[in-house]
Every structure is written in structure tokens, then in C-alpha cells.
């Protein structure tokens, strides 16, 4: 299996701008999160979904964040519009999930963002 | 309600010495305990998993940890350090009542290796 996949890896925009991140998560896993990760905040989960259904997105920091996941293949976290602030590196794991009893994430290499 | 302390923010170790990461962990119901590795500007790498079998739990790269419930902890360890151990790890608790969606990641330990 080739792992989760993130693109791009790297992404550098202006303020202001929309800015998509993609996540394909590891074939048959029902769960998949992303993460933002920051030298100030450390890893923070942003939003989980289950079974493409998002179950938890407390932790979106504000109405800019969006995320979807329309398949069991594939996920999307846009920011509109984007600023400086949320510059970080953008993680997207996945799990088989609930049920199975196995619970560990696999993390794809990330997403390094910056905004100027 | 869960939650991960990591003991040591930052642990040095010489070459060939054992490595130790302490991590206590807090939770309701029967944990899952994970360590993940993070090597610079790489995405989080799966050591090894607690998920309620035996106690004492063998992972990658030679690294190992102990289930102690009557001590909430679950120590990192490794005999002898190398240098490319050299990472930031990360102890991790998911509460299994939740299906593993409840995931709470330690703030993580640094690991210098000096040659």
C-alpha cells in the first residue's frame, strides 16, 4: 500500500488567497483526521470524520476552515480566506477505525503551508 | 476524560547508552497507548501500540514499552541508543469506549543523541 498521500507538499500563497489541501487515505480505512502542526501549539487536531461523516470539528480554528471528505478516497481542507497566522505543516492520518478495535493513525508526510 | 503527560520535554543521551521517555497517561475507560516517532520534516511514524494484550510491548527499531496500569505510565525504551534515533516522540492515548476517535497526543520529547 502506498500510505496516505497528501499533495501538495509544499504550498506557498499570499494572503488573502483560497488555498486546498488533498488527502487519500490508506484503501479500507473508515477514519481519517487532520492535523495542524506548529512549533507554538505543537499537533492539534483539527477534524476527524468516520465513514466520510465528519464527528468532530471542534477543533476547525474558525469559519475560514472547511473540510469534506465526498468519498472513502478522498478528503479536501480549504482555507478561504488564508492568512499569515496559519502557516504550518498540515497533517492528514487515517485509521480503520471504529469497530475493528485497531485505532492507530497512519500519517501522511504533510502539508508544509506558508502564507505571506 | 483522557490525557498524556510526557515527562521530559527535551532527554540527551550518548551513543550506545539506553534511552528512557516517560509518559503517563490518565483515562476512564481501558486505553489503546501508542509512541510515534517524528524524524525532521517528515509525518508521524507508528513505534509500537498498547491495545489491552501483553504488558510489555516489542515495537520498531529496537524500541519497546511497558503497560504499568497501577502506575498509569508507559515508558519509552531502548537498550542502546544510535544516532539516527535522534527524533521527537510522541505518546498517545485513545479511549476505546470512543472507538479510538478520542485521541489525545502528548506535547512530545525531544531525543538528542551525542556521538
Known amino acids: 500500500d502506498a500510505g496516505v498521500i497528501q499533495s501538495p507538499r509544499h504550498e506557498v500563497t499570499e494572503m488573502g488567497q483560497e488555498v486546498t489541501l488533498r488527502c487519500k487515505p490508506i484503501?479500507?480505512?473508515?477514519?481519517l483526521f487532520w492535523y495542524r502542526q506548529t512549533m507554538m501549539r505543537g499537533l492539534e487536531l483539527l477534524i476527524y470524520?468516520?465513514?466520510?461523516?465528519?464527528?468532530?470539528d471542534s477543533g476547525m480554528p474558525e469559519d475560514r476552515f472547511s473540510a469534506k471528505m465526498p468519498n472513502a478516497s478522498f478528503s479536501t481542507l480549504k482555507i478561504q480566506p488564508s492568512e499569515p497566522r496559519d502557516s504550518a505543516v498540515y497533517f492528514c492520518?487515517?485509521?480503520?477505525?471504529?469497530?475493528?478495535?485497531?485505532?492507530?493513525?497512519?500519517f501522511g508526510p504533510g502539508t508544509r503551508l506558508t502564507v505571506t | 476524560a483522557q490525557s498524556v503527560t510526557q515527562l521530559d520535554s527535551h532527554v540527551s543521551v550518548s551513543e550506545g547508552t539506553p534511552v528512557l521517555l516517560r509518559c503517563n497517561y490518565s483515562?476512564?475507560?481501558?486505553?489503546?497507548l501508542f509512541w510515534y516517532v517524528q524524524h525532521p520534516n517528515k509525518g508521524l511514524q507508528l513505534l509500537l501500540k498498547?491495545?489491552?494484550?501483553?504488558?510489555l510491548v516489542k515495537g520498531i527499531n529496537g524500541f519497546e514499552a511497558e503497560f504499568k496500569k497501577s502506575e498509569t505510565s508507559f515508558h519509552l525504551t531502548k537498550p542502546s541508543a544510535h544516532m539516527s534515533d535522534a527524533a521527537e516522540y510522541f505518546c498517545?492515548?485513545?479511549?476505546?469506549?470512543?472507538?479510538?476517535?478520542?485521541?489525545?497526543f502528548g506535547a512530545g520529547t525531544r531525543l538528542f543523541v551525542k556521538a
Open positions: 492520518a487515517s485509521s480503520l477505525g471504529s469497530g475493528t478495535g485497531r485505532y492507530e493513525q497512519y
Open positions: 484503501s479500507g480505512h473508515n477514519s
Open positions: 470524520f468516520n465513514n466520510n461523516v465528519p464527528i468532530d
Open positions: 483515562s476512564s475507560y481501558s486505553p489503546s
Open positions: 498498547y491495545t489491552s494484550a501483553a504488558t
Open positions: 498517545v492515548v485513545s479511549d476505546s469506549r470512543t472507538g479510538g476517535f478520542k485521541t489525545i
